[in-house]
């Protein structure tokens, strides 16, 4: 392949990928704020032993914790904002209502193919 094929290649993988990255940035940020509306509460990791923890959960999934038996959900986001959401059995619910809710709009939002 010449070399302006190559770099023509390559700008095209490199803007590609650069739009998948914003698209899934806007899905954790979307996700993020309806999180905080179901009663999620946001805990930023300042010290070594929160950023331990953090990065022992699964990035960008509801995780299941029991604590002091009590079930709660955290929500890691060690790239973004560098904190995690934690919300009990209510905000988890909350934001199953809300996702739903989300998915029906989007549905609305979407132009018919």
């Not at 290649?9 to 899905?27: D, K, P, V, Y």
Request: glycine fraction near 6%; aromatic fraction near 8%; charged fraction near 25%.
């Amino acid at each position: 392949m010449p070399k302006p094929a190559c770099r023509a290649a390559a700008a095209c993988l490199l803007a590609l990928i650069s739009g998948c990255t914003a698209f899934e940035r806007e899905q954790v940020s979307q996700t993020e704020r309806v999180l905080a509306q179901a009663g999620f509460k946001a805990i930023r990791a300042d010290n070594d032993e929160q950023r331990r923890v953090l990065a022992a959960l699964p990035p960008h999934r509801l995780a299941r914790q029991a604590e002091d038996g009590k079930t709660l959900y955290a929500y890691a986001d060690a790239e973004g904002c560098g904190c995690e959401y934690v919300g009990d059995a209510d905000a988890y619910r909350m934001f199953g209502v809300l996702e739903e809710r989300e998915a029906l709009i989007r549905s609305w939002a979407a132009p018919d193919l």
